[in-house]
């Protein structure tokens, strides 16, 4: 049974950080891409940024890049996201999901992200 834990999130200022991460359980974890959405109320769920099997290559959404870190460490079978000069905009629910192929078949339950101005 595959099994994704995020946490980390909460509360900030808008400029401030926070690191969230997910851990993921019952699957090849190091054979598998990874990826963070969000979701923001009343939004439809959105990609923030994905990350490669073996960390090798990762992609961002525009809205992100540069801001936004996504990095894996298969010895514990956790991927983050380090997340720096956030801004109210970036308040939503935040899920890791498991890449196969080109879909997202697996996902977390999220964490809450809230950045007040």
């Known amino acids: 049974q595959v099994q994704l834990v995020e946490s980390g999130g909460g509360l900030v200022q808008a400029g401030g950080s926070l690191r969230l991460s997910c851990a993921a359980s019952g699957l090849p974890f190091s054979s598998y891409g990874m990826g963070w959405f969000r979701q923001a109320p009343g939004k439809e769920r959105e990609f923030v940024a994905r ?67």
């Not at 964490?111 to 007040?116: A, E, L, N, W």
């Open 51 to 117: 990350i490669s099997y073996n960390g090798g290559t990762t992609y961002y959404a525009d809205s992100v890049q540069g801001r936004f870190t996504i990095s894996r460490d298969n010895a514990k079978n956790t991927v983050d996201l380090q997340m720096n000069s956030l801004k109210p905009g970036d308040t939503a629910v935040y899920y890791c999901a498991v890449r196969f192929g080109t879909q997202y078949v697996y996902w977390g339950q999220g964490t809450q992200v809230t950045v007040s101005s």
